[in-house]
């Protein structure tokens, strides 16, 4: 078992930036990261909106530009993911699969869970060739796929994948959620086939690694053979290793300062990198604060 000042769970954006400011405060701290250190934001395939990059920035390049500052500035990474979270009346308990760390100060920087499609619209054999995330297809060329959803990611991820892929997008209503410039850029995508009023009704697996998709266009059934699916209908706070117990007294540990939630897992539809930014440096600081008073 080890002791640090701080734990903080996921090293997306929000992490990293809590992450960076408490090591140069000196205050011992660990960052716990399942999957890869950038979280969500290595989705991203254009960001125009963090400050300092004027010309927009791939996300992955600047998930690594953010790993960059917290392995250079020595923050102590653990690849792990975190599988519960107890406090104790004193402490927490941090347990991955190899390890149990006690912390006095946890911050919460897990961020979203993407919603599923439903039991009922996948065979089994399809389960595994389904996929939420764009970076977790590992930059596929000249194939063919689909993706569901009409917000933002959806067409972020249209735009990513069309650079070298043909892709279609449908989405079951006539309603369309994303930035009207993400709209602008697929409609004029020659690569990207928007489909309105087109709802999945089932996915099954055809092939090696293919799909078959069965769906109802405007009241017609179709079907679709894709190379790949990615879903994006929407994203979830992710709370989950946190014990129920636990979970009970957030907000009253959140209130004495012991607990903190950054980043997506709070923000609602406020979910962007500066504002995850922004919310763990300003963790930090009240921690720091918190320390330098000697009310921990
Ligand atoms: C397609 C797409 C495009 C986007 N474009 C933009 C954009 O242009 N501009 C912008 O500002 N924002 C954009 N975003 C949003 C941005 O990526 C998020 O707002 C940002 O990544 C949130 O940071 P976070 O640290 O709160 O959470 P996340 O980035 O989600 O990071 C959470 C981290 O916690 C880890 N984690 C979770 N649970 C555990 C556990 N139990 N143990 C260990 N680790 C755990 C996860 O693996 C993850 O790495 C985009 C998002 C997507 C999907």
């Known amino acids: ?61 600047l998930a690594y530009r953010m790993e960059e500052q917290l392995r250079g500035i020595g923050v102590e990474l653990l690849a792990q993911g975190v599988r519960r979270v107890e406090w104790d009346g004193k402490l927490f308990r941090v347990f991955t699969s190899e390890l149990e760390v006690m912390c006095e100060v946890l911050i919460v920087a897990c961020g979203t869970r993407p919603r599923q499609l439903s039991e009922r619209q996948v065979h089994p054999s399809a389960r595994r060739r389904i996929f939420y995330e764009v970076v977790d ?54 690569a990207i086939r928007y489909m309105p009023q087109t709802e999945v009704l089932w996915v099954e697996a055809e092939g090696e690694k293919g799909l078959r998709l069965t769906l109802s266009r405007r009241g017609d059934i179709e079907t679709r053979s894709v190379d790949a699916l990615l879903v994006a209908i929407g994203r979830e706070p992710r709370l989950d290793c946190l014990d129920p117990a636990l979970c009970r007294q957030l907000e009253a540990l959140e209130t004495s300062g012991r607990c903190y939630r950054i980043g997506d897992v709070k923000n609602g539809i406020f979910r962007q990198t500066a504002i995850a930014v922004g919310d763990g440096l300003r963790a930090a600081m009240q921690i720091y604060h918190t320390v330098m008073e000697g009310c921990l």
């Open 1 to 61: 078992m080890i002791y640090r000042t701080v734990g903080i769970i996921g090293a997306g954006p929000s992490g990293i930036a809590a992450g960076v400011q408490l090591t140069r405060y000196g205050i011992a701290t660990v960052v716990f990261e399942e999957k890869a250190v950038g979280g969500l934001l290595r989705n991203a395939n254009w960001v125009e909106n963090y400050p300092g990059f004027p010309n927009g920035i791939k996300g992955i390049e």
């Open 137 to 190: 297809l590992n930059q596929p060329r000249h194939t063919k796929i689909a993706i569901i959803g009409a917000g933002d990611a959806a067409f972020d991820y249209a735009l990513n994948l069309a650079a070298e892929n043909q892709v279609e997008i449908f989405n079951r209503t006539d309603i369309r959620r994303c930035l009207p410039l993400l709209w602008e850029r697929a409609k004029n995508n020659p």
